[in-house]
């Protein structure tokens, strides 16, 4: 399985982003798809998550209702999808390296999941 996460950049308070990640290869069979973030000198943390079919979906204390994770397939035999993460009414405190993440069915609010991909800049002005 490989993750290639897209779409970070620099904005400035109040700004939206919207970053993607492209998941392709032998993909779980109702994988949960994850975005996480880690801000320098910090401990990466869970941001959202959500199942295959988007009937659970979990967000972090401090994005909910700021962001929204989502899901669609690009590849008819679902071996290349597509999870985005829309980020609204960004916070300087939002800066950080996002990571995208797949895991097999289960937990979504958990670090355990097992493919990552490389991450991707936000930096939030202030």
Do not use: H
Not at 6 to 32: D, P, T, Y
């Amino acid at each position: 399985v490989q993750l290639q996460a897209s779409g970070g950049g620099l904005v400035q308070a109040g700004g939206s982003l919207k970053l993607s990640c492209v998941v392709s290869g032998r993909i779980f069979s109702n994988a949960i798809m994850g975005w996480f973030r880690q801000a320098s000198g910090k401990e990466r943390e869970f941001v959202a998550g959500m199942n295959w079919s988007g009937g659970r979906i979990f967000y972090s204390d401090s994005v909910q209702g700021r962001f929204t994770i989502s899901r669609d397939t690009i590849s008819r035999d679902n071996a290349k999808t597509v999870v985005y993460l829309q980020m609204n009414s960004l916070k300087p405190e939002d800066t950080a390296v996002y990571f995208c993440a797949t895991k097999r069915p289960g937990l979504i609010v958990t670090s355990e999941y097992l493919y990552w991909g490389q991450g991707t800049q936000v930096t939030v002005s202030s």
